[in-house]
């Protein structure tokens, strides 16, 4: 069976809401919300493919577009590439030019809408930011709680509280104070045994890569409405976080770091060979900072996930 592939924009307006569209009842997953788009035609560049559909079905012509993520899919009845882009300025009003129902939803709304199956990595991609800070090791916790305040007030919006030298009970306390810091600013990400997963309903989890595969043949541990990542090394727990059921990754190390001097670095092309093959969102880490996100998108990944990178507070 022939994989179609198709051009695909998640199309953000300047405040931060996104443009879905209504699946007309008689084609394919009809009645279904889905991201503007249409097929691409032998031999056409996907982005002037993008720019085509988008100009046919919604009138605008997108003027600012970059990669987001790809998607394999089997349905039962035919298999798509997903090619998703992020489209953030345009030119022309939007209008449902083949009178298909347009909205403009938040990006946490989106969960609230019924998509094919094949568009809930994209709508995990369309939430997540480009930049995930994890917070650097042998701090003590007012030095983390301020370093997240300014973290916070510098625009990041996702946060792993990693503090593998600290008692359970400290970073249980230094949990519960960053969650609510972040509080409706930006998406907290804990650390450590499954078993605290009750207690701290708001926060999703980052399992470890060892978690990852001890746990990965049971299932996700956690609902589907709570951020679930794992850390990934190889190809290996790639397919063990599909298996999961994971809503993102961090894949390092991407390049020698100093923390892990030893760990065999990825490089740019394993690390995109890998993605290309992965359909969730994935953070490129290690020795990589914000001047690498375009580097990042173009190789597959969401965007990249560092410590000094972001931390803005000294780690001495």
Same mark, same amino acid.
């Given at each position: 069976?022939?994989?179609?592939?198709?051009?695909?924009?998640?199309?953000? %307006?300047?405040?931060?809401?996104?443009?879905? $569209?209504?699946?007309?009842?008689?084609?394919?997953?009809?009645?279904?919300? #889905?991201?503007?788009?249409?097929? +691409?035609?032998?031999? *056409?560049? +996907?982005?002037?493919?993008?720019?085509?559909?988008?100009?046919? *079905?919604?009138?605008?012509? &997108?003027?600012? $577009?970059?990669?987001?993520?790809?998607?394999?899919?089997?349905?039962?009845?035919?298999? =798509?590439?997903?090619?998703?882009? *992020?489209?953030?300025?345009?030119?022309?009003?939007?209008?449902?030019?083949?009178?298909?129902?347009? %909205?403009?939803?938040?990006?946490?709304?989106?969960?609230?809408?019924?998509?094919?199956?094949?568009?809930?990595?994209?709508?995990?991609?369309?939430?997540?930011?480009?930049?995930?800070?994890?917070?650097?090791?042998?701090?003590?916790?007012?030095?983390?709680?301020?370093? +997240?305040?300014?973290?916070?007030?510098?625009?990041?919006?996702?946060?792993?509280?990693?503090?593998?030298?600290?008692?359970?009970?400290?970073?249980?306390?230094?949990?519960?104070?960053?969650?609510?810091?972040?509080?409706?600013?930006?998406?907290?990400?804990?650390?450590?045994?499954?078993?605290?997963?009750?207690?701290?309903?708001?926060?999703?989890?980052?399992?470890?890569?060892?978690?990852?595969?001890?746990?990965?043949?049971?299932?996700?541990?956690?609902?589907?409405?709570?951020?679930?990542?794992?850390?990934?090394?190889? %190809?290996? #727990?790639?397919?063990?976080?599909?298996?999961?059921? +994971?809503?993102?990754?961090?894949?390092?190390?991407?390049? %020698?770091? &100093?923390?892990?001097?030893?760990?065999?670095?990825?490089?740019?092309?394993?690390?995109? *060979?890998?993605?290309?093959?992965?359909?969730?969102?994935?953070?490129?880490?290690?020795? =990589?900072?914000?001047?690498?996100?375009?580097?990042?998108?173009?190789?597959?990944?969401?965007?990249?996930?560092?410590?000094?990178?972001?931390?803005? $507070?000294?780690?001495?």
């Amino acid at each position: 069976m022939k994989r179609i592939h198709v051009a695909a924009a998640v199309i953000r %307006a300047a405040d931060g809401r996104i443009l879905i $569209a209504k699946r007309p009842d008689d084609k394919h997953q009809g009645g279904l919300w #889905e991201f503007p788009g249409g097929k +691409v035609e032998p031999g *056409e560049a +996907v982005e002037a493919a993008l720019a085509r559909e988008l100009e046919e *079905e919604l009138g605008i012509r &997108p003027t600012d $577009a970059r990669p987001l993520i790809q998607v394999h899919h089997d349905y039962p009845d035919k298999q =798509v590439l997903l090619d998703v882009w *992020e489209v953030s300025a345009f030119v022309g009003e939007p209008h449902g030019a083949e009178g298909q129902a347009l %909205a403009w939803v938040g990006s946490r709304q989106l969960a609230e809408y019924q998509f094919p199956a094949a568009n809930q990595p994209i709508i995990a991609a369309a939430r997540l930011p480009d930049r995930y800070l994890i917070t650097p090791e042998g701090l003590p916790p007012q030095a983390l709680l301020q370093g +997240v305040r300014l973290a916070l007030a510098s625009g990041i919006r996702l946060i792993q509280l990693r503090a593998p030298g600290m008692f359970d009970a400290e970073y249980r306390d230094l949990a519960l104070d960053i969650q609510g810091l972040c509080a409706g600013k930006a998406q907290l990400m804990l650390k450590g045994p499954l078993e605290w997963l009750g207690d701290f309903p708001a926060a999703g989890w980052h399992l470890t890569a060892e978690q990852l595969r001890r746990y990965a043949d049971q299932g996700r541990p956690l609902a589907q409405s709570r951020w679930l990542a794992a850390s990934c090394h190889s %190809a290996h #727990e790639l397919a063990l976080a599909t298996q999961m059921g +994971v809503d993102f990754v961090t894949l390092s190390p991407l390049q %020698a770091t &100093p923390t892990h001097p030893d760990a065999p670095a990825l490089g740019w092309a394993l690390a995109g *060979e890998w993605l290309r093959r992965f359909n969730q969102p994935a953070y490129l880490l290690g020795g =990589v900072g914000p001047q690498h996100l375009a580097h990042a998108w173009q190789v597959g990944a969401q965007g990249v996930a560092g410590i000094r990178a972001f931390w803005p $507070a000294p780690a001495d």
